[in-house]
Every structure is written in structure tokens, then in C-alpha cells.
């Protein structure tokens, strides 16, 4: 790659790719873990609340996770603000 490739380099991309599918990982993990911690509960219309609130978490780390992921995408691609240096 040349000093005047505008896209950012491959190691960055595959990355940012490895931590949005970690994120969606973690995210796949909290549904089993927490599904599995509200079905030792008896049955109940709270459980349905549980499940709602299990399920808000899994996408709140996954979801945040990516959109971290990006942002570190983005700032890490962007060229250097201030004075050329050399």
C-alpha cells in the first residue's frame, strides 16, 4: 500500500471485523446465560418480563460493541490532524 492509498490498511479492517463479531458473540452469550438463569425460576408473567429484559441486554452489548468497534474503525483510519510531521 502507498502513502497515498486513502483506504485504510487490511490489518485495521479484519480488526474492527474480529471485534464487531466479538461483540455479536458476547451479545449470543448473555441470551444463553441469562435465559438459562430465568428458566431456573418457576414460570411465571414475570419470567416474560425477564425474557424481554434478558433479551434488551444481549442487543444493548452487541449493538454497542459494534458501534465501539467503528468508532475505533474511524479514528483509527482517519489521517493525522495537526502540522505534517518531518
Avoid: F, K, N
Amino acid at each position: 500500500m502507498s502513502r497515498d492509498d486513502p483506504r485504510p490498511p487490511r490489518r485495521l479492517l479484519v480488526g474492527t471485523v474480529g471485534l464487531i463479531v466479538l461483540s455479536w458473540t458476547v451479545g449470543a452469550a448473555v441470551v444463553r446465560v441469562g435465559l438459562d438463569l430465568t428458566d431456573r425460576r418457576p414460570y411465571s408473567p414475570l419470567s416474560e418480563w425477564l425474557y424481554l429484559l434478558v433479551a434488551v441486554c444481549a442487543l444493548t452489548v452487541a449493538v454497542g460493541g459494534t458501534v465501539l468497534a467503528v468508532r475505533r474503525h474511524r479514528r483509527s483510519a482517519s489521517p493525522p490532524s495537526g502540522p505534517p510531521r518531518g
